[in-house]
């Protein structure tokens, strides 16, 4: 059964994220550069929050006064769910399809080392199954004497 860690090998290793005094307005920037759909909120080493665009767009609404200035923190989600490299895709699946969430970030000994978007997840789930498929139509072809 693959693992986190699988997936994150097929992935390029660089986590974007935003010190917690960033503006919004710097999150979003950085969100629109890279064509991300969330960024880990850190102070100093630790993640304290995730900032996404469905946060953007579900707490802006609420709010009468909102600037793009304000810091990031005041929209981000917090606290963090995660997951750590041990466990298993269908693990991610389950917490993301369960708690409503897109992205979910990797910790490692309480270190980010990580991010995942259900698009990951789907990715790495249908080129697996894609696999075994594959396998089994070879081996489908095999004769014995």
Same mark, same amino acid.
């Given at each position: 059964?693959?693992?986190?860690?699988?997936?994150? /090998?097929?992935?390029d290793?660089?986590?974007?994220?935003?010190p917690v005094?960033a503006?919004?307005?710097?999150? =979003?920037?950085l969100?629109a550069?890279?064509?991300?759909g969330?960024?880990?909120v850190?102070?100093?080493? /630790?993640?304290?929050?995730i900032?996404s665009?469905?946060?953007?767009?579900?707490?802006?609404?609420?709010?009468q006064?909102?600037?793009l200035n304000?810091?990031v923190s005041?929209?981000?989600?917090h606290?963090?769910?995660?997951?750590?490299?041990?466990?298993?895709?269908?693990e991610?699946?389950?917490?993301?399809t369960?708690?409503? =969430?897109?992205?979910?970030p990797?910790?490692?000994?309480?270190?980010?080392?990580?991010m995942?978007?259900?698009?990951d997840?789907?990715?790495?789930?249908?080129?697996?199954?894609q696999?075994?498929?594959?396998? =089994?139509?070879?081996?489908?072809?095999?004769?014995t004497?």
């Open positions: 059964m693959a693992a986190v860690k699988d997936m994150l /090998k097929e992935k290793g660089v986590v974007y994220s935003v005094t503006s919004i307005r710097e999150a =979003l920037q969100m550069k890279w064509k991300i969330a960024l880990p850190m102070d100093g080493e /630790k993640i304290v929050g900032f665009e469905r946060d953007f767009a579900r707490n802006a609404a609420d709010r006064n909102l600037s304000d810091p005041s929209l981000m989600s606290p963090v769910l995660y997951v750590m490299p041990e466990q298993t895709i269908e991610c699946m389950a917490v993301m369960a708690k409503h =969430l897109r992205h979910l990797v910790l490692e000994n309480e270190k980010l080392i990580g995942i978007s259900i698009g997840v789907v990715k790495f789930m249908l080129a697996e199954k696999s075994t498929i594959n396998s =089994l139509e070879y081996f489908k072809g095999l004769h004497i």
